[in-house]
């Protein structure tokens, strides 16, 4: 198992690089991300002054952190929902994603489907899945790591949802699955121009 975190430092263009899987960011997504930026998403957007002239660099909880709050907007979170996980719960969302991230062994980072652009979909049942819970919950705000054991006998394979007996669903992230074609990409990153010299 991986002992130590990935040591990224990336460009923002290299984070989106990261996030759209080695390729060129569509507008979507430069989109998604300048509005998360205004929700505090990642930690060190808060820290950015514009025209500074300070380069912001990401790591590697930064680029999960981001790669999460895309994934909750595009299965329709409600910003306030995402930010309550990702800003006020951060300390614990970090806890979860290192913890997950240790318990991978090195090898896994190299699996053919990776690096596939979704051509081979993995069938990854042992995942650290992440239950967010949104403002019609009890636990708003919350994050729960649900592990293999955990999950609810009935949960769809390709559609990680969880449906309770008083009918109430929840979306299920697989945070490893999420995290590692991710990560496999920052870790390629080229460099990125920013514009002309």
């Known amino acids: 198992m991986p002992n130590t975190l990935p040591n990224l430092s ?40 514009p025209g500074s002239g300070n380069r912001v660099r990401y790591d590697f909880h930064d680029l999960v952190e981001l790669g999460l709050g895309v994934t909750a907007l595009q299965r329709r979170f ?30 896994q980072i190299s699996a053919d489907w990776i690096k596939s652009r979704g051509t081979i979909v993995p069938l990854r049942m042992e995942d650290f899945y992440l239950r967010l819970h949104d403002r019609r919950s009890e636990a708003w705000g919350k994050v729960d790591v649900v592990l293999p054991g955990n999950m609810n006998p009935e949960l769809e394979v390709f559609t990680p949802i969880e449906i309770f007996e008083d009918g109430e669903v929840k979306v299920l992230f697989p945070l490893q699955t999420l995290m590692l074609p991710w990560v496999a990409w920052a870790l390629e990153a080229p460099p990125i121009r920013t514009g002309p010299k």
């Open 10 to 49: 990336l460009t923002q263009g290299q984070l989106l690089w990261a996030l759209e899987h080695g390729q060129k960011p569509e507008k979507l997504l430069k989109d998604q991300v300048r509005y998360l930026r205004q929700l505090g998403i990642p930690k060190n957007s808060a820290n950015q002054v």
């Open 78 to 107: 409600k910003p306030k929902d995402i930010s309550a996980v990702l800003v006020d719960g951060r300390e614990d969302m970090r806890r979860a994603i290192e913890l997950a991230w240790r318990e991978m062994s090195d090898e």
